[in-house]
């Protein structure tokens, strides 16, 4: 494992028991409110689908696949995670098949063995976005579909300033957009540990997404709908729903590898 992947890891081991607080069985309030409902709507039926879990943490998403009848492997780079996840999974009277490993690498899947890859809140965790976009071909079907959400890279809210009284809200950087660069956040809510992710522009996901193989089949930036409203604790939550956006959601779809070839000749 290189070296920055051996921090990763130990930075999530830290914060495993704080991560299922913060997201327990259904999802923080982001992912309640705005990019879960999303992100079932680009999954669709996955009844009787193998389906990929990658990045799964403690496993919130991969139960509620389980329960809608996938065949569901989830892989994270964390043990500590994992441990939460099956615990959590045998309490559930769930079968889940995880293992230990790094979604850059996905030494432990087959070449072509999963009908969906769903990553969620992933990407902006890995610092080799290439190899991780390569291994999610690798891995997938024929004409298979990947579901990624990640942290909105133009928006981050590590960088957001509320201004009171008038409401405003000023994204302070203190690097070029355009740089890739690793982060390092203060710790906040209940967490104790500093935060490790890896800014990129935008124009880099979707580069990755079509160098390795894939067609972008859709793209939303998840936002809160009417009838979530009432699901938000505070009106200082519907409001930073409603006009903030924190993430963004990408449909793919992999290339067959004959269209692929024929691309590659153009």
Not at 14 to 20: I, L, S, T
Not at 24 to 46: A, C, I, K
Not at 219 to 243: G, Q, V, W, Y
């Amino acid at each position: 494992m290189h070296a920055i992947d051996e921090e990763v890891k130990e930075f999530w081991d830290r914060v495993a028991e704080d991560w299922e607080i913060q997201v327990g069985d259904d999802g923080d309030n982001n992912r309640l409110l705005n990019s879960d409902p999303v992100l079932w709507q680009f999954l669709g039926d996955v009844r009787g689908f193998r389906v990929l879990d990658a990045g799964c943490g403690t496993g919130y998403l991969t139960r509620k696949l389980v329960q809608n009848d996938a065949l569901v492997t989830g892989v994270d780079i964390s043990p500590k995670m994992l441990e939460i996840a099956r615990r959590k999974s045998i309490e559930a009277g769930l079968n889940i098949e995880y293992h230990v490993d790094s979604c850059s690498q996905l030494k432990s899947c087959r070449d072509a063995s999963y009908d969906t890859i769903v990553s969620n809140y992933v990407l902006m965790d890995i610092p080799d976005l290439e190899a991780t976009i390569k291994s999610f071909n690798r891995v997938l079907k024929p004409k298979g579909t990947a579901v990624l959400v990640f942290s909105h890279p133009c928006f981050p809210q590590g960088k957001a300033i509320a201004i009171e009284p008038d409401e405003l809200v000023l994204y302070e950087w203190s690097f070029s957009y355009f740089k890739r660069q690793k982060c390092i956040e203060k710790p906040w809510g209940h967490f104790k540990s500093e935060f490790i992710w890896f800014h990129r522009p935008l124009s880099d996901y979707w580069k990755a997404f079509k160098s390795f193989g894939f067609d972008i089949i859709d793209f939303e930036e998840p936002r809160i709908t009417d009838d979530r409203f009432h699901l938000a604790k505070t009106e200082r939550i519907l409001k930073n729903s409603r006009f903030r956006p924190y993430s963004v959601a990408f449909k793919l779809q992999k290339i067959e590898e004959v269209e692929a070839k024929a691309d590659t000749n153009k």
